[in-house]
């Protein structure tokens, strides 16, 4: 089964064919990065406007690339919600104009779902049930994947998510958007005890996150520092900020895991390519026993190849939408099965 899908959530229009999910037949990204860097984060309105000249490109090259043509797919799968509004829109339009010429299903795709998926396809064994962490520039969640579309939320971020905060900080210590890249860099130099940094807690909720507080205490540190005429160390500070949002992702995952006594773990997203992240849930899941899934690095970031796997297992679920599909930019992952 060949499955065309197409992400435009943010600032990276992507499309890709894969053939019965895990196998990519194709995958292109067109990214945004240089132009939003001069911002320091994505503009949502310049977003919008390059998804509308680069999607046309993107997923004629994904298909050429595919050796296939728009008439052997046999479903298009689409980024629908959640995400920039604007940036989805484009996606969503492109991808229902289509599928009412071809005539070709059109299956709608959750960003987080897709994000799961990319395990999926480098790691063809891993079944659910399991338990998977999705931490990315604005998602924390701590997802329990029931089956390939049905998902329980044990716990997500109150306010800022782990890779905003990792990005915002990275700002404030004059790094280059995005930031996360160089805090990781900038880490492997550092000693991650020479600034002891809190560790939010949200009272009754204990596998919820909140990177609001590090993220100001990290600024706070910034200017205090200025205003006092002392110097700051960029390496133990990226270090120290670093071990704090790994320590905390991973510790909060497998405490989940344990309570609801799953073995096998999953982490998914931008954030998984931090090799702080990863180093940490290698070392927690290792001491326990636990089987840990990680995407490789081409996987952790937004890419069509996530929605054309999760788009094939959404397919076989039933999971249909007409001409009246609409972006959304907010949407439970919980409730995907809802339209």
Do not use: W
């Not at 890249?181 to 005890?193: F, L, P, S, Y």
């Not at 094939?312 to 809802?338: M, P, V």
């Amino acid at each position: 089964m060949l499955i065309l899908g197409i992400e435009s959530s943010c600032d990276e229009t992507a499309a890709a064919v894969s053939e019965n999910g895990i196998n990519i037949l194709s995958s292109v990204i067109s990214t945004q990065i240089e132009e939003h860097k001069k911002y320091g984060g994505v503009v949502p309105e310049i977003a919008s406007r390059r998804h509308c000249e680069n999607i046309l490109g993107v997923v004629s090259k994904a298909l050429e690339d595919s050796g296939k043509t728009l008439d052997d797919m046999d479903a298009i799968a689409v980024t629908y919600a959640p995400g920039l509004i604007g940036a989805l829109l484009v996606g969503v339009n492109f991808a229902k104009g289509l599928a009412m010429a071809s005539g070709k299903p059109l299956v709608p795709v959750h960003h987080l779902s897709g994000h799961i998926a990319a395990n999926y396809i480098a790691h063809p064994e891993l079944k659910p049930p399991y338990l998977c962490l999705v931490a990315s520039g604005g998602h924390s969640h701590i997802v329990e994947v029931l089956d390939y579309t049905k998902f329980r939320i044990i716990g997500r971020t109150r306010d800022d998510a782990a890779g905003e905060c990792f990005d915002k900080c990275a700002r404030a210590m004059g790094f280059p958007y995005p930031g996360g890249v160089h805090v990781d860099k900038a880490a492997q130099c550092g000693d991650r005890n020479a600034y002891p940094l809190p560790r939010p807690k949200v009272t009754g909720c204990e596998y919820d996150f909140s990177f609001s507080g590090l993220k100001t205490a990290v600024i706070n540190l910034l200017h205090n520092s200025a205003q006092k005429g002392t110097e700051v160390n960029r390496e133990n500070l990226c270090a120290a900020l670093q071990y704090t949002i790994s320590d905390i992702l991973c510790e909060k995952t497998i405490a989940a895991a344990e309570m609801l006594g799953y073995k096998n773990i999953a982490v998914a997203g931008g954030v998984s390519a931090n090799s702080g992240v990863r180093s940490e849930f290698e070392k927690a899941c290792g001491e326990r026993n636990m089987k840990l899934y990680l995407p490789p690095l081409n996987l952790c970031g937004d890419n069509g190849a996530m929605i054309a796997c999760q788009g094939y297992y959404s397919y076989l679920a039933g999971h249909r939408a007409d001409e009246s599909l609409n972006a959304l930019a907010t949407l439970s992952l919980e409730d995907i099965g809802c339209l």
